[in-house]
């Protein structure tokens, strides 16, 4: 430091705000605009889809997000502390006419000079651990989304049965509602009961019920197109969504899972059986064709829902399709 030339002094202070603005600049892509983008996707995303009845996941996720967060503005903090420090440095020196004689005070500016050396040849550790800090939150965010993944994934999951649930089969009619009217593309749900359930968990106890419905979860899967929606509505009614498929595919597909069940070894040795509704678009769009997705949807649902009534008063077992009557299996 003592070789250093005085000419390089008007230099040091435009230098110094340089050097203050890449910090700056560096501080904002590595705490500032992630930690917007990790409350975008907090609040967003993660947040709507915890249920707040499982304790643990919530306040864990929580917790983690908090200290994150914390962790985040603390190394912010510390990074903006520095850039302002090496400015104002840089600042003092060029105000310095001979540098040399610096390093020989002993007082404060001359032990900042004499610190000064030993900080200009840490900072370009400090942009590694930026660069590296920087790294790990993008793999922390990978993680994180990851993590909401399976969040939504769960929170569409029937816990019993591990088809989806009653709230993704019903997103997912609408959105198919509204294909339909755009590209007029059938579209078809099945629902299906099974009969005299009740009989099977007096018979058999809860847990033997609980296998029954595994069961017939694994024969729809077994039995359906990846495309479709398998879902368990609630209870011992299960609903599928159709898509691409017109009523009378839906009928044949709801028939060949009729003699499926009907002819099931189930492990407790009695016969479970099926009686099933079917409705499609556009073979059973009313006549006032409105002008709301949802009404659309319900409507469609509820004469399926109707349908598969029709079926067990015909003596279950039973095929019907909306606006036709039964046939006997």
Excluded at 209 to 219: F, H
């Amino acid at each position: 430091m003592r070789d250093m030339p005085s000419e390089a002094s008007p230099d040091v202070a435009p230098a110094g705000r340089r050097l203050r603005r890449k910090v700056l600049l560096a501080l904002a892509l590595a705490s500032a605009l992630p930690l917007l983008v990790l409350a975008y996707i907090v609040h967003g995303y993660v947040l709507p889809e915890l249920d707040p009845r499982a304790s643990t996941r919530f306040y864990g996720l929580t917790a983690l997000i908090l200290f994150t967060s914390l962790a985040m503005v603390g190394g912010a903090y510390m990074v903006w502390d520095l850039g302002r420090t090496v400015a104002r440095m840089a600042e003092l020196m060029a105000k310095e006419a001979n540098l040399t004689s610096l390093g020989a005070r002993g007082d404060e500016a001359g032990t900042m000079m004499k610190s000064f050396s030993s900080m200009l040849g840490t900072i370009e550790q400090q942009a590694t651990d930026i660069n590296t800090f920087a790294t790990r939150l993008d793999a922390a965010y990978r993680e994180l989304e990851a993590t909401n993944m399976k969040l939504k994934e769960t929170s569409f999951k029937d816990d019993l049965t591990g088809l989806y649930n009653r709230r993704f089969f019903t997103l997912r009619l609408e959105e198919e509602i509204s294909r339909f009217r755009r590209f007029n593309h059938p579209v078809s749900i099945v629902l299906l009961d099974l009969d005299g359930f009740k009989t099977v968990n007096d018979e058999l106890g809860h847990a033997g019920g609980d296998e029954t419905l595994r069961e017939v979860a694994q024969i729809l899967m077994r039995h359906s197109r990846g495309i479709n929606v398998v879902s368990r509505y609630g209870g011992d009614e299960f609903a599928i969504l159709l898509v691409e498929t017109s009523k009378a595919g839906a009928r044949l597909y709801a028939d060949r899972i009729r003699q499926v069940l009907a002819t099931y070894p189930f492990p407790h040795g009695k016969p479970v059986t099926a009686s099933f509704g079917v409705a499609s678009l556009p073979d059973d769009e009313p006549a006032h064709r409105p002008t709301d997705p949802t009404s659309t949807s319900d409507d469609l649902f509820r004469a399926a829902d109707e349908a598969l009534y029709g079926a067990k008063r015909a003596g279950k077992n039973q095929v019907v399709a909306a606006g036709q009557s039964a046939r006997v299996g």
